[in-house]
């Protein structure tokens, strides 16, 4: 159906290549750039000459060379799988060159651990009126929690009054401390203040300081902490009859403990300091003395849940349902070198991709991905290693 250029060459541009070699009908001809080449060559050489990829370099913060590589690849859309810090250059190259845009995670300022959609969304008109589309999210929180909610309200709610999303992670990859998605992006996470929407208004938390137990299927009971997460936002918007929703998830003892010792030392601070005459900034630093998470594949062990607690009524009863996704990190990284946060992450990429190109959701303007229907993404989910469930619930989670 037509080329395809993916940018960015980590643990989730891994599962995308590969998920998208999977489909050559789909992705006829696929192309993987990154600022550092051999990346994208060695993620080429492991999918093999069965499914061919395309490598190239390119610097991701720089609009012309960004659109000189989309000019010389002329594909049908780009897959952002690059930092969210870079989101805005891409999309100034895809307007300026004329292709579909998607990514995992909303734009993010160098400078500020902000974690807002308001940048991308000042993009509407700009895309709308050139007739192109960007997909914002599609990845799997925020991504596929989104799709669980939109496919609630579509066939189980008249309205819903609650969400709770909870994302646990049960996997052990050995360090004593790591992280399973790219350091700097997950630290500023955890770092920062927790938010949860109640009644129209956002209520501000110190970090981590609220935490619940809940029950995982297939990894059993684990305390998951409250935190501020991007979805939220953009579901506060688009289904604005709900009253609260809040997003959980977990971590061992050690990587808090870790945590703290860090953050207590100024190592997890984003602002630069001097060093020996130059600028740097701490949790760069730090990023770049912790394993990189494309490695943890191999030593990974165990389960991932991510999944959705959604109240509200039906027919004039309250009803209450539970819809998650249990992922192995050995099976995922047996199918694609990736460890489970990776191939969670990455999956729904390529299933957005993938409906974008064959224009099952294909149209103009910039848009998150629980405004479009969500049956055949959910469908794709099953098809492409991304099973759910579907069930009622019975219980509460936290206060």
């Given amino acids: 159906m037509g080329t395809v250029l993916m940018i960015g060459a980590g643990g989730v541009g891994r599962v995308v290549a590969h998920k998208c070699a999977q489909l050559p009908k789909v992705f006829t001809n696929i192309w993987l750039a990154s ?7 060695a993620i080429a050489a492991e999918i093999g000459r069965d499914h061919p990829i ?4 390119v610097d991701a913060d720089n609009v012309p060379e960004l659109m000189t590589l989309i000019e010389r690849v002329k594909p049908k859309m780009v897959i952002n799988v690059a930092l969210p810090y870079q989101d805005l250059t891409i999309m100034d190259a895809c307007l300026a ?13 160098l400078d500020e651990a902000k974690f807002e959609y308001k940048w991308q969304w000042a993009y509407q008109e700009r895309f709308k009126e050139a007739g192109l589309m960007a997909l914002l999210g599609s990845g799997f929180d925020p991504g596929v929690t989104n799709v669980f909610c939109a496919h609630a309200a579509k066939h189980h709610f008249d309205r819903i009054h609650s969400i709770d999303i909870l994302d646990a992670n049960a996997g052990d990859h050995g360090h004593p401390f790591a992280t399973n998605f790219n350091p700097e992006i997950n630290i500023r996470e955890v770092s920062a203040n927790g938010r ?8 501000e938390t110190d970090p981590l300081a609220i935490s619940t137990r809940f029950d995982f299927p297939e990894i059993g009971e684990k305390k998951a902490y409250l935190m501020y997460h991007e979805e939220m936002e953009s579901m ?19 990587y808090l403990q870790h945590l703290d010792v ?36 191999a030593s990974t062990k165990g389960k991932t849940c991510i999944g959705c607690v959604i109240n509200g009524e039906k027919d004039g009863k309250k009803s209450s349902r539970y819809i998650y996704n249990v992922s192995d990190h050995q099976s995922c990284f047996k199918e694609v070198n990736a460890q489970a946060v990776s191939y969670t992450t990455g999956v729904p990429a390529m299933i957005g991709a993938m409906l974008m190109m064959n224009e099952t959701w294909l149209k103009p303007g910039v848009w998150n991905i629980e405004q ?10 099953t098809v ?4 759910w469930q579907d069930t009622l619930f019975k219980g509460k989670v936290g206060a």
């Fill in 35 to 41: 600022r550092t080449l051999s990346k994208c060559d």
């Fill in 54 to 57: 395309h490598t190239a370099q």
């Fill in 97 to 109: 060159t004329g292709v579909h845009y998607l990514d995992t995670a909303n734009y993010e300022p």
């Fill in 196 to 203: 949860f929407y109640q009644h129209g208004k956002w209520i």
């Fill in 236 to 254: 506060a918007r688009h289904l604005p009859e709900i009253e609260r929703m809040r997003f959980w998830m977990t971590f061992s003892d050690s």
């Fill in 262 to 297: 860090l953050k207590n030392i100024g190592m997890t601070s984003i602002e630069p300091i001097l060093y020996q005459g130059q600028e740097i900034v701490p949790l760069q630093f730090l990023k770049a003395l912790l394993p990189d998470p494309a490695s943890l594949g």
């Fill in 372 to 381: 479009l229907d969500p049956d055949p993404f959910m469908a794709a989910l």
């Fill in 384 to 387: 492409h290693g991304l099973p």
